[in-house]
C-alpha cells in the first residue's frame, strides 16, 4: 500500500520561497482554483463556479496575475491537477498548462488532484491528529474516485492511491470515524458509514477555497527539487479510459465489464485498506 507524507502548506512554501513565482491550476470540477505561489507565500488566489473551463480560464488567469502583480513572463513554473475529475476539465487544464508552459518556457509540474484537495481540508478544517480523511467524487456508473489520507503531525500521510470503487464497496472497508471530502458522493458515503455507528463529517470540496494555493504549493516544492514534468508526457489520471475515446472490441466472451480499466495494482492496493 502506498504511504508517503504531504507537508503541510507552510512547510511547503518554505521549501519554495526562493523559487521564481509558481501558478497554480485545478480544473477537475465545476470550480475553477487558482492560486499565485512567490516568496513563501500565497500572493493571489481565486475560485470561480464556471459552465466552461476554455471559455473563462485565459480571463480568470490575467485577472489572478493582476491581483499578484506579476506578468505571465514572471512565472518560474506551472502546477496543474492532474485528477482524478472530470475528464473535459482535466484535459482543458493540462493543455493549457501546456501552452503556457510552451510559450513561456516556464516549468510544468503535475499535481494529483486528491492530495491538493484532502491537503485544503486539513489546512481549512484544523482536522485533528491521526483522523481517517478520505476523499470522495462522483465517478458515475454507480461507483467513485477514492484516496484514503491520515492526519499526521507534520501533514497527511497517503494511504492508498486513487481508485475507482463502488460506493458500498469502499464503505465497507472502513472501520473507523472518518472525514469525507469531496462532492455530493462523499454525503452519501458519509451516510453509509454513520447507518453502520461511526462517527463522521464532510466538507464540499466548494467550501475548500484553498485547493488551487495547495496545487501551486504541492507544485512549488516539487519545483524547488528539480522535481518537473515533461510537456509531451504528463497527462491526466483519469483512472478508467475516457468514453470519448473508448473503442470496445467486437465481442467479450469473458463477460467481462468494458466500461474502463482499473489496474490490478490498483486494486490490490485499495483492496488491503
Known amino acids: 500500500m502506498t504511504s508517503r507524507v504531504l507537508c503541510r502548506v507552510n512547510r511547503l512554501l518554505e521549501q519554495a520561497a526562493a523559487t521564481r513565482p509558481?501558478?497554480?491550476?485545478?480544473?477537475?470540477?465545476?470550480?475553477?482554483?487558482?492560486?499565485?505561489v512567490a516568496g513563501g507565500k500565497v500572493e493571489a488566489s481565486l475560485e470561480r463556479p464556471v459552465t466552461s473551463h476554455g471559455a473563462t480560464l485565459p480571463a480568470t488567469l490575467e485577472e489572478l496575475l493582476n491581483n499578484a502583480g506579476l506578468n505571465i513572463a514572471d512565472l518560474g513554473a506551472?502546477?496543474?491537477?492532474?485528477?482524478?475529475?472530470?475528464?473535459?476539465?482535466?484535459?482543458?487544464?493540462?493543455?493549457?498548462?501546456k501552452?503556457?508552459?510552451?510559450?513561456?518556457g516556464c516549468e510544468l509540474v503535475?499535481?494529483?488532484?486528491?492530495d491538493a484537495i484532502a491537503l485544503a481540508a486539513l489546512e481549512r478544517h484544523n482536522i485533528e491528529q491521526d483522523r481517517l480523511i478520505c476523499v470522495v467524487v462522483d465517478a458515475r456508473?454507480?461507483?467513485?474516485?477514492?484516496?484514503?489520507?491520515?492526519?499526521?503531525?507534520?501533514?497527511?500521510?497517503?494511504?492508498?492511491?486513487?481508485?475507482?470503487?463502488?460506493?458500498?464497496?469502499?464503505a465497507s472497508?472502513?472501520?473507523?470515524?472518518?472525514?469525507?471530502?469531496?462532492?455530493?458522493?462523499?454525503?452519501?458515503?458519509?451516510?453509509?458509514?454513520?447507518?453502520r455507528g461511526y462517527g463522521v463529517a464532510v466538507f464540499n470540496t466548494g467550501e475548500l477555497d484553498l485547493r488551487g494555493a495547495c496545487v501551486a504549493a504541492l507544485g512549488g516544492a516539487r519545483?524547488?527539487?528539480?522535481?518537473?514534468?515533461?510537456?509531451?508526457?504528463?497527462?491526466?489520471?483519469?483512472?478508467?479510459?475516457?468514453?470519448?475515446?473508448f473503442k470496445p472490441?467486437?465481442?467479450?466472451?469473458?463477460?467481462?465489464?468494458?466500461?474502463?480499466?482499473?489496474?490490478i495494482e490498483r486494486k490490490n492496493s485499495f483492496g488491503s485498506i
Open 22 to 36: 509558481v501558478l497554480g491550476l485545478d480544473t477537475s470540477t465545476s470550480i475553477a482554483s487558482l492560486a499565485v
Open 78 to 97: 506551472i502546477a496543474v491537477g492532474t485528477g482524478p475529475g472530470s475528464f473535459t476539465g482535466l484535459r482543458i487544464g493540462i493543455s493549457y498548462a
Open 99 to 104: 501552452g503556457i508552459a510552451m510559450a513561456t
Open 110 to 114: 503535475g499535481v494529483a488532484g486528491f
Open 141 to 170: 456508473k454507480g461507483e467513485v474516485y477514492t484516496a484514503l489520507y491520515r492526519a499526521v503531525s507534520d501533514g497527511l500521510r497517503k494511504l492508498s492511491e486513487e481508485s475507482v470503487v463502488a460506493l458500498e464497496h469502499l
Open 173 to 195: 472497508r472502513m472501520t473507523e470515524d472518518v472525514t469525507f471530502v469531496g462532492d455530493d458522493r462523499a454525503k452519501d458515503a458519509a451516510a453509509l458509514m454513520e447507518s
Open 223 to 245: 519545483f524547488a527539487r528539480g522535481e518537473t514534468d515533461r510537456a509531451a508526457s504528463l497527462e491526466p489520471l483519469y483512472i478508467r479510459t475516457p468514453e470519448a475515446t
Open 249 to 263: 472490441t467486437s465481442k467479450n466472451p469473458a463477460g467481462m465489464s468494458t466500461e474502463g480499466v482499473w489496474s
